[in-house]
């Protein structure tokens, strides 16, 4: 049904065409996503939500991406989040358009905005193929949200990292206090940063396991991303989209619970002729070929 | 109701007179409680564990506070853990009163008693407003307990740590089992501190994230808790309130979850007028003011 | 009823009399279990998985047990993984016996045969006694899924580790998945590694949390861990079995199950006269001596 | 965001134009929704899963509706369930589109497209105000999934029931195994009907409590519907819509998950200008008027 | 600790003094607790939900007691809910004092509030004996809400039952909503009645499952109540009172964590005394005599 | 792996011979398994626990069974329960032998003991085909704890339904506390029943919901299960095999995990042939014959 319609073609970037974003094929298998509004520090206004959601969403069921590179342009920032200044002028999140004074509608409102702004970024957990950010320079508030929902969190060492939101009197809500937790490896840190909303910077971020790399600018971390989807996008689809399913489901389940889905997703996937040909290939030392998926 | 009877001034020390505990305001919106019974290593007798329990009951609704540091008094350790000589003489947990010689009642006992020392370490996580805990010297069994129900810990270099209950016949019930496994970033050193009960320091207790910060000395390391409470008090309360509380629940349950209640917190905490006040003290460079909590 | 028939005297190897298996028990309390097909690099057949799954099943109840040592024999790898060529024969996970060319039925074949194996590596989790796994060499695929599944991992220097799945077309599906974002403090690096079975070493395993040591050679690694299970096998058996079951629990679980779980186990266990034992040997310096569980 | 453009007018039937669907608004507040194929016995083509899924997403949040009522058009059926015929001329869920013959591939097409049309049945449920099935005639395998979304059911005495899935060799994927336990009280009869395919009529569905009251003939059943709708529809639409999240909350979780979930729900909804209203209006012995939601 | 300075004699009535409350001791280890405010329909002020948490923690305790009847003074009502009157004069749940004008920290109250509510009809369900409700005559709102959180519920034939707080604008927050969809048997019917806030009577309670007996008065229904009582506590008080606890249990979590944690409960309970006891008794065909718990 | 040995032929009964219990197959593809001990009114002794557990392992993956009817030999009962006097000669549950005086390791003892009984009793909801339970005369204690586990349950108008235990001093620990909540409509009935131990009725029992079917007496009973048994034996065992799976998943969580579960689960399942050929046959309005499973 969803799928009926969706063929691109490899490498279709005409066909990711939005104002804000970058999308391009810069080699089999690889999709690079690239956040695109650098006079402004990357930051976010409502309609690159939308289409962030929406490339991220294309991309999962695009037969010809295993995996996919976000970055962001320019040398200063990956972004400085949410446009606050064009958030305040309403119909925002930190300003809602008030059609009614009462405090239980507007409740309701913001409700469901808060569910549709989160849905946006889930749009990149969701992605079946693997994600892969490099961040660099300012990345604050939104930069950890999206970063979150991504599966490989690389950085250059001049990224300065901030989870901002109670600087601004919010508990953040689209995605880091629900992520966060389960990304690293230091309940004490998490509730440092987000409670103090200070700045850290990327060797502190390697050392509680927030980012597994970090290298020198931005361009040797964009180029160890691009290794890396590169190397993801050599192996069986079927595998890595599982590998990634299995390990999202699994973070949040009882150790039993991740082992009952596994089975059950296994009893089909197992069956792929992918297994063979790997099999076959890691025998005769060459390069398998894979379906796409 | 509860909110009531419960109205605090600023800085009203007085109120909080506990035999062993010093509970003091030293500056606006921060409390210090500080465990005081230093010629015992401040172990814990039965009334210490319900006099901290409600005094964090208290601090929680008190409008005029909005972090809270946790220390022990002395030189020597933050606490040696449970007061065992005292807890032997009958009346504890490790020597309950014994009614009957029932297994079967005895065990209901045991529940009652287990059950209500756990709640009291559970005061620390359910205080709304934030605690740093700051530890040094001999930081034992409870030690662990109380910390790993605080938000941040920190630590002097000299701190000795140990997860000390397998080496009185014990598996440790009061938190340590429950909470150890989602504070730190590695389940190999869980167990093996908590089978072995070896004693270790703040370098390794940093490197696997049980604490977030290591420090000379017990006085530089409080002066550090003291400036990050202060940092945190500065902030809005409704937005450091909300990402405690935000944190905690999601720690424990699925990203989905964690979302969900995201954004039904807040539907109605978005709406506090600490969001325009702190993004035009953000564009006028001054310092926001908040109301009470 | 199953603990009827279940009473090997202490030391008893003989009646662990396996093809790939040495066991035998090197100290009081203390059994060492070896992987031992050191011409094969360690590499499992069917059997071998059953046989680890029967071997941890017995020790589980055996009284004269209170810590095991899991190790690989000869200096090469603690294990390769699966025996790919055993495998591709027939009968296997990854080549199973089709009775039916039916989609369905096939997977209802692989279902059960993956339940199955997850099982045998589960045995060891579910053993009652603490299990320290000590790796070297080459420990790929099944290297992980077993050790996660033990409580307490250690590593020669020389450790090659790999989540080698993806490489032949598949998801891990005996375990690794399940348990290893459960097991370190870094999501990033999880998904990294299990996307690109990329080879890692003893100090990066160290550094995200994976192996709580690392030793400078095999033999080293192997003193270390005897040294623990020694440790571990010195205390009162009721406290380090109860903290192994109330870990595992507490791993999965929200803060209040864990505690509430906790208190019920405790409300049977604190009866145990380790405790009195354990506090008496303590005031008078001595070793305690504990009855067999 | 989602919210902005969403301003229907109070019964603007006229942008509610599906092919196979009537959308009226018989009264103020009530929306009556008509599954309208009737020659067909109201069976379900692919078209009008995407625009029953539309027609509640947008009647989710259309402020002027409290209250949805949902029959079949016709004398004969309620829904006879998916249009067999036309799914199995492929592109659908039993017969879907094979692009690949390999079955991991496969696999992953009949996952997505499962989810997809899940989705579109859970749209009823996601539904904020509260929505009346109302059954007669035919009401086969779709007609439960679709009705078991559905917050209450009536029924004609004359319906006839099945799930119907078994009988095309398939177990029912679209909600009916995962909702079916919950909405009745007892899993005995959930085996029996659900394993053999049998029909079953009103008077049983009413006595293991799948329907809350069953009406001589369609056009009773109809009337009770509508009017239960307007009883809803008088009602606060803040309470009402708040009702059934929390009934539906509650249902898949703890009570104490319950309890936390209701409290913080109810922190913004309680001060809502309606509980005045509604308060006064019981003094005064009028009828309240509220806002719309 | 909380075990220590509980011990009341049997049949203490006078210990158990409240203003609006009569607790009765009407037989051995039977207490009854009877609503008084006749007056006002048994209506309740805040005080009495003080009360009442309090009674039931203190008779969870009282080692006299092993079951509890719960029944409402007067011919008209067993309670007509909160005295609505009372709260709108300010200081309640539904007319909090407002000590800001600010929506988040009005919420803070608010919750607060609710959390401290919910948790005093939650003391029914925490008190450790079994609790039978009996209603009678006008049953609305709060009447639900406290006997959902019983165990057993008897109603007498003339009971008018009523979900009643969408009428007052609310979505009903104190339990009603968390527990009722778990106490019956119909999905719709729970819906129908939370949505319509229509008066129910007895013979509709026992059709679908709200209550297990209806009988032709007050006085019939209370002395089945009685009888009830009385038949439990002549068993094992600690097979009564885990029975409470491992259904309560299981009815929230899956089959398997209801079967593991009972399995741990019964580690202890099945070393008491009162299994030889009751064995004997049958076989002597003397009633037995247990100690108390 | 665990399918490898299993290849018993169709209505091979032989293959099935324990001593207290008859295996037959009455017709193609159903098995009948029946309780015989009818001179101790099937009262069950140890190797019973065994033995059923092994049947049901047995027939689980037997190809050629797809329904299976339980039912007790002879005319008074189903089964009486634990046979008591077997059980209080030592070396059980309720009289464990006690190879230790130490309540701890009692404890642990016993804990094995009810694990391994409840996954005696489990075996038959394990088994992946749908099993059919007929009572009829005395079905006490393990009465329920069998039925609860199966499928569908029916019973003779004479049978007389008791949960027993709390008249031994036990809080029923096999399995009738964790799965009774869940399989009627009634909380307040099961309460009841659980607490009084009364005897009830086959009326009573298909009012709440515990039964679905009551016949004018055993042989009645026993042809209504048999008919019932006969036609899921004629649907596809992949329908019926995952409809079982998914039921069982879906009562125990969410409703969106069992969406999740049940679209995972049939991504391989729908790729049956079976699908097409139920179609075909209701076209050609033939019997579909469907291959082993």
Redesign the interface.
């Known amino acids: 049904?969803?799928?009926?319609g969706e063929k691109p073609a490899a490498g279709a970037a005409e066909e990711y065409n939005y104002e804000y974003f970058n999308v391009s094929f810069p080699q089999e298998y690889v999709a690079h996503v690239e956040i695109s509004r650098p006079e402004k520090l990357n930051a976010f206004v409502?309609k690159m939500?939308?289409n962030i959601s929406a490339i991220f969403a294309r991309l999962s069921?695009n037969p010809s991406v295993r995996a996919i590179l976000l970055t962001g342009a320019g040398e200063r920032a990956f972004t400085a989040g949410l446009d606050?200044q064009a958030a305040?002028q309403g119909?925002?999140?930190?300003?809602?358009?008030s059609p009614?004074p009462?405090?239980?509608?507007?409740?309701?409102?913001?409700?469901?905005?808060?569910?549709?702004?989160?849905a946006c970024i889930?749009a990149l957990?969701r992605c079946?193929k693997?994600v892969i950010a490099v961040l660099h320079g300012i990345s604050y508030g939104l930069a950890l949200d999206l970063s979150l929902a991504c599966?490989?969190?690389?950085a250059a060492a001049s990224t300065a990292f901030s989870v901002k939101?109670?600087?601004?009197?919010?508990?953040?809500?689209i995605?880091t206090?629900?992520?966060?937790?389960?990304?690293?490896?230091?309940?004490?840190?998490?509730?440092?940063v987000?409670?103090?909303?200070?700045v850290f910077g990327a060797e502190e971020a390697l050392r509680?396991?927030?980012?597994?790399?970090v290298y020198k600018d931005k361009g040797a971390a964009v180029a160890a991303g691009a290794e890396?989807a590169a190397?993801?996008a050599s192996?069986?689809p079927?595998?890595?989209?599982?590998?990634?399913?299995?390990?999202n489901y699994?973070?949040?389940?009882?150790?039993?619970e991740?082992?009952?889905?596994?089975?059950?997703?296994?009893?089909?996937?197992?069956?792929?002729?992918?297994?063979?040909?790997?099999?076959l290939s890691?025998l005769k030392k060459t390069r398998?070929v894979?379906?796409?998926?």
Chains 1, 2, 3, 4, 5, 6 share one sequence.
């Open positions: 049904m969803v799928s009926a409502e939500w939308l069921h606050v305040s119909g925002s999140i930190i300003n809602p358009l009614s009462d405090v239980a509608r507007k409740a309701n409102t913001l409700r469901r905005d808060i569910l549709a702004f989160q889930t957990e079946e693997p599966d490989v969190r690389l939101e109670v600087d601004i009197g919010l508990a953040a809500d995605g206090l629900s992520r966060l937790p389960k990304a690293v490896g230091s309940a004490s840190w998490v509730k440092d987000c409670l103090s909303a200070r509680v396991g927030l980012v597994s790399g890396l190397a993801i192996k069986s079927v595998a890595t989209a599982g590998t990634k399913e299995l390990l699994s973070r949040d389940r009882t150790v039993e991740g082992l009952r889905y596994t089975a059950v997703w296994n009893m089909a996937m197992v069956q792929t002729g992918d297994v063979k040909d790997a099999l890691g398998p894979f379906a796409k998926l």
